[in-house]
């Protein structure tokens, strides 16, 4: 993320970058605004597709949410009904259930 806003610097113009260095000193509130936005149109966008089937996600009807992941880095994943939910659910598993076996042979051929 460095890079990206490292960019981004480097193509304002001097004046610009005052007035961003003036705004950050008094922690304005637009740049807050932009930000928070920015990421709820984001998860908006997210939820109204489904993460195992790709279909269209009605938020007013049966709709379900799965938070999932590590602590520090949590994922969100929307579905259109159960049965898309359980299969996510299950693949997930799978995924983590190979995961353990190369980290146990892993540390098996270490031992040896």
Do not use: W
Request: hydrophobic letters at 35%; charged letters at 30%; glycine letters at 6%.
């Amino acid at each position: 993320m460095e890079n990206k806003i490292k960019l981004l610097l480097d193509s304002m113009e001097y004046e610009d970058l005052l007035k961003l260095k003036d705004d950050l000193i008094v922690g304005s509130p637009i740049y807050k605004k932009l930000v928070f936005d920015k990421l709820q149109e984001i998860e908006t966008s997210h939820r109204s597709v489904c993460a195992s089937c790709g279909g269209k996600v009605n938020s007013k009807s049966d709709a379900y949410t799965l938070l999932f992941g590590e602590r520090t880095i949590r994922k969100k994943a929307s579905f259109c009904g159960m049965d898309c939910l359980q299969e996510f659910i299950g693949k997930l598993a799978i995924q983590n259930r190979s995961a353990l076996e190369k980290e146990v042979s892993i540390k098996t051929i270490e031992e040896n």
